[in-house]
Nanobody, 111 residues
Framework: EVQLVESGGGLVQPGGSLRLSCAASGFIFRVYTMNWVRQAPGKGLERVATIAGDGSTTYADSVKGRFTISRDNAKNTLYLQMSSLKPEDTAVYYC?????RGQGTQVTVSS
């Protein structure tokens, strides 16, 4: 059974940083492309970052240069380092191995 468990969300001031983690189990983590997606209040899902099994990455224009996706295949863990956070980054962030998603972790950027 595929399981994805996110952690690391919280309340942060504009300009601050957070690191999200996703513990994965139930599949061979290292071979799968993994995504971070988010859903802001009243909006649809947005894919913000992707990392392939070979470590190549892509980012949404809205987060490029501010967010970094990474993975530790030895620990079956996916990360999202978020810096220079803006209020518009407020959302529930989900770890995804399509079509599976975790329960999400709330990120709120507010002063």
């Amino acid at each position: 059974e595929v399981q994805l468990v996110e952690s690391g969300g919280g309340l942060v001031q504009p300009g601050g940083s957070l690191r999200l983690s996703c513990a994965a189990s139930g599949f061979i983590f290292r071979v799968y492309t993994m995504n971070w997606v988010r859903q802001a209040p009243g909006k649809g899902l947005e894919r913000v970052a992707t990392i392939a099994g070979d470590g190549s990455t892509t980012y949404a224009d809205s987060v490029k240069g501010r967010f970094t996706i990474s993975r530790d295949n030895a620990k079956n863990t996916l990360y999202l380092q978020m810096s220079s956070l803006k209020p518009e980054d407020t959302a529930v962030y989900y770890c995804e191995r399509f079509p599976y998603r975790g329960q999400g972790t709330q990120v709120t950027v507010s002063s």
